[in-house]
């Protein structure tokens, strides 16, 4: 008996295996619908962020944090 371990850390027998697949041959996903999933964190824009540098004077940076909030 073949076992195999999931990401999450489940584990997925012969058996699990055979069911997925029954679920998938007799099933109608529409491939359209199911998202791509990615690792990491998320994009802020539409293309990878720049990690920038930069000073900020203190008020600058209390009138920022007070924004947040």
Do not use: F, W
């Not at 055979?18 to 539409?46: H, N």
């Amino acid at each position: 008996m073949t076992t195999r371990k999931t990401a999450s850390g489940r584990i997925l027998t012969d058996a699990d295996l055979d069911a997925i697949a029954e679920e998938v041959e007799t099933s109608d996903y529409d491939i359209a619908t199911l998202r791509r999933r990615r690792r990491g964190r998320p994009a802020m824009g539409s293309g990878p962020a720049e990690v920038v540098p930069v000073r900020i004077d203190p008020e600058l940076r209390a009138a920022v944090a007070d924004d947040d909030q």
